[in-house]
């Protein structure tokens, strides 16, 4: 079973999407877990109706917690999940049919892999992730958090708390560095995440290079010293 973990803070126009995009799969062996990071715009009562009118069989679970920021809430719908597989969904995503599915696929077929991932898009902007080894894991963050990961290979201690930016990047270095493990391209586009969310400061590579002076710049160079400071990564 997978364990779908979706953590929300204040994204009541958005989820719905989200949770027909999950009722849509062709994959149907999951849980759905909702938790609520101290929203105050009404997202239990989006979730309740939601669930009063779905068909879908699987089961629902939602949270309420006060607010700890993203990967608090990730950890509390961890210690709830069932399932041998992981997903960590957006609140603002809305999945392809066949998501799941082929994640699912692409690790019954790479039983060393970790976690599946695939490109996106971010509103128009397509994502399109590659082939990612461990230089390019090293480099710096290039996998979405939306990714199917195995329950045996997550960090026994779950996301870290204390990381604020590039928390994606940190849980796949977490993973090779304790487990020697990295994960299967799926080479489809099998998502969308509405702009204005987790990675909404998003800019242009040349803008990194160009613009060293934007906040926005120094907050990701920042980010990207405190990660490899933890993972031992050397600095180019």
């Known amino acids: 079973m997978v364990s779908i973990i979706i953590p929300v803070y204040n994204q009541a126009d958005k989820i719905t999407k989200t949770l027909k995009s999950i009722e849509n799969q062709s994959f149907r062996d999951y849980e759905v877990i909702v938790v609520n990071d101290g929203s105050n715009d009404g997202v239990a009562e989006v979730f309740g109706s939601f669930v009063k009118n779905s068909k879908d069989e699987n089961n629902y679970l939602f949270i309420n917690q006060e607010n700890k920021g993203a990967p608090a809430a990730r950890n509390r719908g961890?210690?709830?999940?069932?399932?041998?597989?992981?997903?960590?969904?957006?609140?603002?995503?809305?999945?392809?049919?066949?998501?799941?599915?082929?994640?699912?696929?692409?690790?019954?077929d790479n039983f060393e892999a970790a976690y599946a991932y695939s490109s996106f898009y971010w509103g128009k902007k397509l994502f399109k992730t590659g082939l990612v080894d461990e230089k390019k894991l090293k480099a710096g963050p290039c996998i979405h958090t939306m990714s199917l990961v195995r329950l045996r290979d997550f960090p026994d201690g779950g996301w870290d708390e204390s990381i604020k930016k590039l928390q994606d990047w940190d849980l796949w270095l977490s993973i090779f560095m304790t487990k020697g493990r990295l994960g299967v391209f799926v080479d489809k586009v099998l998502f969308t995440v509405s702009p204005g969310g987790t990675i909404s400061s998003w800019l242009p590579s040349f803008a990194y290079k160009l613009f060293p002076f934007l906040p926005k710049v120094k907050k990701y160079q920042e980010a990207l010293k405190i990660i490899k400071e933890k993972h031992g990564i050397l600095f180019s």
Request: with cysteine.
């Open 78 to 108: 961890f210690k709830e999940a069932r399932g041998e597989f992981l997903f960590f969904c957006d609140a603002d995503a809305v999945l392809k049919p066949e998501a799941l599915e082929l994640l699912f696929r692409a690790l019954e």
